[in-house]
């Protein structure tokens, strides 16, 4: 399934390791999730300028606002099916959860089938409720893929050089010196082995961009140069002193970058 069939979900959720797992979970399940936020004003960031089939929030996240005032202000952008993950079950929390019309409110743990259930009959629901209007954002004209709206002069290669737009000018770079790209919510930072460049384009989008087999996506926020690493497990591998994770998700591609001897 291509990336623009897939739902793409968006994690609220605050405990890194909770969120982590969830997300490799629907990875691996079929799911695309495009982004994981620890509070509410980074769920907005995303919302804003991703596309988001689905959103899973926690209740009790840090930050100035909880699960459900994060779900009310990013539902005045635009509507989206709500899933509400949380270990709360207080009548008053789940008065105020139902005042945002959530399409399932869950109990952790969770059930990875309930999940799954869960989450098909929101999107089933919520196309049938909404059909055939196309829900974009309020403040900006997006594309439904997880494509930035930005100009592709943004980036651009010629050979086995990138040129790199940074402050009205573009810098060359040499692929040879790539050692990895790591995605945060709406940013991808290039790592070299002298310098960092921040752009403001989806991971995925300056994959697509780049001509580079040795450049291989390890987890949904990471692409490494296979010819920089200096060594790997079943989990996570090093270049230098910076390691980096390696999810169940992509490890088969990883793999096919190595040839048996």
């Known amino acids: 399934m291509s990336t623009d069939e897939r739902i793409h979900i968006l994690i609220v959720e605050d405990e890194p390791v909770l969120a982590m797992d969830l997300g490799d979970i629907l990875e691996e399940n079929g799911y695309r999730v495009i982004g994981i936020a620890s509070n509410g004003q980074k769920a ?17 996240i840090k930050g100035e606002w909880d699960g459900i005032e994060t779900v009310r202000r990013l539902m005045t952008l635009r509507p989206v099916p709500v899933i509400y993950l949380t270990a709360l079950s207080d009548h008053d929390t789940l008065e105020r959860a139902k005042q945002t019309y959530p399409a399932a409110y869950l109990n952790k743990p969770y059930q990875l089938k309930g999940l799954r259930m869960a989450i098909e009959i929101a999107i089933h629901n919520f196309k049938s409720r909404n059909a055939p209007v196309e829900t974009v954002p309020l403040t900006a004209t997006l594309p439904t893929t997880d494509r930035e709206p930005i ?19 573009f810098i060359k770079v040499d692929l040879a010196d790539l050692l990895y790209l790591e995605a945060d919510n709406v940013y991808t930072t290039l790592v070299t082995s002298t310098r960092k460049y921040i752009l403001r384009l989806a991971l995925g989008s300056i994959l697509e961009r780049i001509n580079q087999p040795g450049l291989v996506r390890t987890h949904r926020s990471y692409a490494v140069n296979v010819h920089k690493i200096d060594s790997f497990n079943d989990t996570e591998l090093s270049i230098g002193s910076q390691v980096l994770p390696l999810s169940r998700s992509y490890k088969d591609d990883f793999l096919q970058q190595f040839k048996l001897r």
Not at 44 to 60: M, S, Y
Not at 158 to 165: D, E, S, V
């Open 44 to 60: 907005l960031d995303v919302f804003q300028h991703q596309r988001v089939d689905l959103l899973l929030c926690d209740i009790t």
């Open 151 to 169: 100009s592709r002069e943004t980036l651009l290669q010629i050979g086995n050089h990138l040129f790199i737009k940074q402050n009205y000018q």
